[in-house]
């Protein structure tokens, strides 16, 4: 199963806004709401921080938002802080007739 | 509080089988709707899944994979293994495991990962 698509790296100043995309196909993102997102720093394990396309777990910071438009899932970040700097993954099932699951490529978060 | 820690060698030899155990407490994989998960990540490089075991006994596996991986669980002692036979370099990576909540596919919890190289 081919990954799903997200740019390489983004970059924003404190208090500014972000989106990542994350861009799959038809029969995943386009079928299913079971996409999530995880934010990795460095040396750490992911942690999941949108869950269904725009759940947050309860902890999770409500400047954490997602949302889905077509074969195309986005992670918004408000009002960006420095610990927000990490890497970010969406992930959803692969669709089709497999059962498994397929992550993006990773999105490197810079706050400048 | 849900943990997983994995556990398993460092170093591989090449063509070699890694055998992995993840070993969880917290939650049980008896229970409906959960799931035990394995992913890996590349030193520099994204999330890779590779399998994860349900609590039905169902068992799935990376397509591109799944000739060389085998998951089971032994529920009395909380453990999830993982074997990947024929080892090679491009193996080397960070192996996580995590819980799986098989009504969103969320992975909500997540072990701290062990790093394996695969060198002779």
């Known amino acids: 199963q081919s990954a799903l698509t997200q740019p390489d790296s983004v970059s924003a100043s404190p208090g500014q806004s972000i989106t990542i995309s994350c861009t799959g196909t038809?029969?995943?993102?386009?079928?299913?709401?079971?996409v999530s997102w995880y934010q990795q720093h460095p040396g750490k394990a992911p942690k999941l921080i949108i869950s269904e396309v725009s759940k947050r777990p309860s902890g999770v910071s409500s400047r954490f938002s997602g949302s889905k438009s077509g074969n195309t899932a986005s992670l918004t970040i408000f009002g960006l802080r420095t610990e927000d700097e990490a890497d970010y993954y969406c992930?959803?099932?692969?669709?089709?007739?497999?059962?498994?699951?397929?992550f993006g490529g990773g999105t490197k978060l810079t706050v400048l | 509080q849900v943990t997983l820690r994995e556990s398993g060698p460092a170093l591989v030899k090449p063509t070699q089988t890694l055998t992995l155990t993840c070993t969880f407490s917290?939650?049980?994989?008896?229970?409906?709707?959960?799931?035990v998960t394995w992913i890996r990540q590349p030193p520099g490089k994204a999330l890779e899944w590779l399998t994860r075991i349900d609590w039905d006994d169902f068992k799935y596996y990376s397509t591109s994979l799944k000739t060389r991986l085998t998951i089971s669980k032994d529920t009395s002692k909380n453990r999830v293994v993982l074997t990947m036979t024929n080892m090679d370099p491009v193996d080397t990576a960070t192996y996580y495991c995590?819980?799986?909540?098989?009504?969103?596919?969320?992975?909500?919890?997540w072990g701290q990962g062990t790093l394996v190289t695969i060198s002779s």
């Open positions: 992930c959803s099932n692969a669709g089709g007739d497999t059962f498994e699951l397929i």
């Open positions: 917290g939650f049980s994989l008896t229970t409906s709707g959960m799931s």
């Open positions: 995590a819980r799986m909540r098989l009504d969103d596919f969320r992975i909500d919890s």
């Open positions: 038809s029969t995943n993102i386009g079928t299913y709401d079971l």
